[in-house]
């Protein structure tokens, strides 16, 4: 930095801290480019605004979102991207109806039905698709714009603006420790940039007229994807009203079980280990064949088997992220102490106390109250 630049950066700074710190006032801008910076100041903060709730509304998952972002009008021209590059929630759907019905079977009412309302969902999702794409390209990128140029351009009009004013009331203040010459110079650019900021200012407020036709194409955009979703579902509901009134015309089959056979414990000689024709009476449980044929002993579950402390099976890895927080592995048994609240236990595991989510485990044994 010059030794110019250095003082120039020395004057804004000591007339920031007495504007500050010793109460002295400076130069006051007019009612009128007050009222003008306020316009352009909520407008700035509407475009920003917009566009991210726009983008929210089109994608709330963060990923598909961040993909919707990265679509660029000036690489890729209108009606040459067919796809976004992410799946749309009616497509997964979709895809999961026609697969199960298919393999229940089309022939089965609630098997072609699902493939009908899958098929549906599958057309809704490439509506969607053209949803999102007609929206970046004729509201979100404009808009972006908008965004990148011309409030960017006031945002830096302005900071220079309060640059030159700290500057030009620092030398005003020591009038005549400080030339006069070099005064007028400061208020001659004090006063270039507040032309300038007002002219940026100006040139956002009077872009209404392309920013109410770009909400006009967000608007039209999202009329021609309710039609289309709603010729589809009107379709899709006729289809599956010709199902029900099939499945109900359709006579009921009868359920008639097949007669069971019993085991035969007749004459081994003329046994080959199958199945009699009649029902046989099991042999006589007597006293000789209780000797020869002792029952098993029945197992009694051990005392020690059982966990004696409350307790918990971790159903997944959990990796503490704030102090406190008691990590472990899936598949882990770890003693439960407390339970703090609905959400979290407080546990122990390999001499560690620490807290860890409910949702994280499978109490195996419940805290006594």
């Not at 209108?78 to 022939?107: A, C, F």
């Amino acid at each position: 930095m010059s030794v110019a630049g250095f003082k120039k950066q020395f004057f804004k700074a000591s007339q920031m801290m007495s504007e500050k710190v010793g109460g002295a006032e400076g130069t006051k801008l007019d009612e009128d480019f007050k009222e003008l910076e306020r316009k352009a100041d909520v407008t700035s903060k509407a475009v920003v605004d917009v566009i991210g709730k726009t983008s929210e509304y089109l994608q709330p998952n963060p990923a598909s979102r961040a993909k919707l972002t990265m679509l660029n009008t000036v690489s890729k021209i209108r009606g040459q991207v067919n796809s976004p590059g992410y799946p749309q929630p009616e497509g997964l759907l979709g895809e999961s109806m026609t697969k199960y019905g298919r393999d229940i079977g089309e022939d089965n009412s609630f098997g072609g039905a699902l493939v009908d309302v899958g098929e549906a969902m599958k057309r809704l999702a490439e509506v969607k698709d053209s949803l999102d794409i007609d929206v970046k390209q004729n509201f979100i990128d404009p808009l972006q714009a908008v965004a990148e140029k011309d409030i960017k351009d006031i945002q830096h009009h302005l900071k220079k603006l309060e640059g030159r004013r700290l500057d030009y009331d620092y030398k005003k203040k020591r009038q005549g420790k400080i030339p006069d010459e070099e005064i007028r110079l400061s208020l001659e650019k004090f006063h270039e940039s507040k032309d300038m900021a007002e002219s940026s200012m100006q040139n956002l407020l009077e872009t209404d007229v392309e920013q109410v036709s770009q909400l006009s194409a967000f608007v039209e955009s999202l009329l021609q994807y309710h039609r289309q979703a709603t010729e589809i579902l009107e379709e899709v509901t006729e289809r599956l009203k010709e199902r029900v009134n099939e499945a109900q015309s359709r006579p009921k089959r009868e359920f008639k079980p097949k007669p069971r056979q019993s085991f035969d414990y007749g004459d081994e000689e003329h046994s080959n280990g199958g199945y009699a024709a009649g029902p046989v009476s099991p042999p006589a449980y007597t006293p000789a064949a209780q000797a020869q044929y002792p029952p098993p002993p029945v197992k009694r579950p051990s005392v020690k088997s059982k966990p004696r402390e409350p307790s918990c099976k971790a159903l997944y890895d959990f990796v503490p992220e704030n102090d406190g927080e008691l990590g472990f592995y899936e598949g882990e048994i770890i003693t439960l102490v407390r339970q703090i609240d609905e959400n979290w236990f407080e546990g122990r595991l390999r001499g560690q106390t620490g807290y860890f989510p409910n949702n994280y485990v499978e109490v195996i044994v419940p805290i006594s109250h």
